[in-house]
């Protein structure tokens, strides 16, 4: 058997028994997507209309469902191909799923960096915590996929990824100082701003480093550099970067505590049902869900809905009736919906998805059919209207497919 290996950090390679194999991907930017974004799933069954809305998000396809079959039949042709073997059976379909085989005996430098990092985070024996820390260095080359990085299913993986990889460099630069290995700081530091040429808490580690080696005119020149940069106080000085840098941990450790509280304090609500509030919030919800559109593609809906009593209904009964309403529609969308009062006999509602099939209007007829369904709707009509604003993505898309 031979073996397999996905590289995802810093760029994205599949290699086997440790050399680079289907470099036709390359050709295929749709086929990299599918394989990338299924491989990250960990052996997740994908549904068939998950992975269309993913790899035709915001761009216009006939027939996505054909298409995707089209980059399968590809994908595989490659593999044929190439003659591997191992690699066969490595997506698994069945009727309206795609699935990486869990079966594959394959490494990935994504799953093994944070598995690392939960083994680091679990270690009482800090000595052997720093060295799954040392490994996470290793395997972090760079950024998840830097060539989809602006996908949405990339961009928050990224982040996090990044974060941890942050938290490995730090444990390991403090027990650098312990034992006073000054090079390794310096090496470390080095490539570190490399991934984040700002991070201001590098430049003072290194600055410092550079000092204790006897290397002050390296000091100064770097300091230089990240005044240049805006990441350094133009008032820091090589001599004085062992107060600021112990200021600048203070200043991270209360920041850290700052953060917990306000995670605290705004937990997670998972009250079913949409945002119902008044038309002032949710305007800034509109304008706040456009930009999500224009970032990342994601189709956004307006819609207005308008009652109409009969003659001669009473004002009382017609304000009850829209209460209720308003509880129909709020149970009847999602949380990353929206809606508001907009008049007496109005509502105005934001419906957030990325389904090309049903186009905003499936919940709106599910609401009006619950709606005739409740008491006395025979002296009221339910009528809506839904507009779909035009977007531009802000990154440009180059398509290979």
């Not at 590289?7 to 991907?25: H, S, T």
């Not at 997740?44 to 216009?60: F, I, M, P």
């Not at 690699?87 to 944070?114: H, K």
């Not at 830097?146 to 390991?172: D, K, M, T």
Request: negative net charge; hydrophobic residues 40%; proline residues 4%.
């Amino acid at each position: 058997m031979a073996d397999v290996e996905i590289r995802m950090l810093g760029k994205f390679e599949i290699l086997m028994d440790g050399k680079p194999v289907l470099a036709a991907l390359n050709q295929s930017r749709k086929a990299t997507m599918l394989v990338q974004y299924l491989v990250l799933q960990k052996g997740e069954k994908v549904t068939h209309k998950e992975l269309t809305d993913t790899l035709w998000n915001g761009e216009r396809s006939t027939n996505p469902d054909m298409a995707l079959r089209a980059i399968m039949h590809r994908f595989r042709n490659m593999i044929e191909a190439e003659g591997l073997k191992t690699m066969e059976n490595c997506i698994l379909t069945s009727r309206g799923y795609y699935q990486w085989n869990p079966a594959l005996e394959c490494r990935i430098d994504v799953f093994e960096m944070e598995a690392l990092m939960e083994e680091a985070r679990r270690q009482l024996n800090p000595s052997a915590a720093v060295a799954r820390y040392e490994r996470v260095l290793e395997l972090y080359a760079g950024r998840l996929l830097p060539l989809s990085c602006n996908e949405s299913w990339v961009e928050s993986r990224s982040l996090g990824l990044h974060a941890q990889y942050r938290i490995a460099l730090f444990q390991v630069l403090e027990a650098c100082k312990r034992k006073g290995e000054n090079e390794r700081i310096v090496k470390l530091c080095r490539r570190a701003i490399e991934l984040d040429p700002y991070e201001e808490r590098l430049y003072l580690e290194m600055i410092q480093a550079l000092e204790a080696l006897g290397r002050h005119d390296e000091a100064q020149e770097l300091t230089r550099r990240g005044n240049a940069m805006g990441c350094l106080h133009y008032a820091v000085e090589p001599e004085r970067v062992g107060v600021v840098s112990r200021q600048a941990r203070q200043a991270d450790r209360n920041l850290e505590n700052d953060i917990t509280r306000l995670a605290e304090e705004l937990p997670a609500d998972d009250t079913p049902g949409a945002v119902y509030c008044t038309f002032e919030t949710f305007r800034q919800i509109y304008h706040l869900q456009r930009g999500v559109q224009a970032r990342f593609g994601i189709p956004v809906y307006l819609a207005l809905l308008t009652v109409t009593p009969a003659q001669n209904t009473d004002p009382e009964e017609t304000g009850a009736m829209m209460n209720h309403l308003g509880e129909l529609i709020n149970k009847s969308l999602r949380r990353c919906d929206a809606l508001a009062r907009y008049s007496e006999t109005q509502y105005v509602l934001l419906i957030c998805g990325n389904s090309s099939a049903e186009h905003g209007n499936t919940p709106l007829e599910r609401i009006k059919a619950a709606f005739y369904r409740m008491p006395a709707h025979g002296r009221y009509l339910l009528n809506y209207h839904l507009y779909a604003p035009e977007f531009h993505t802000t990154e440009a898309r180059t398509h290979n497919d």
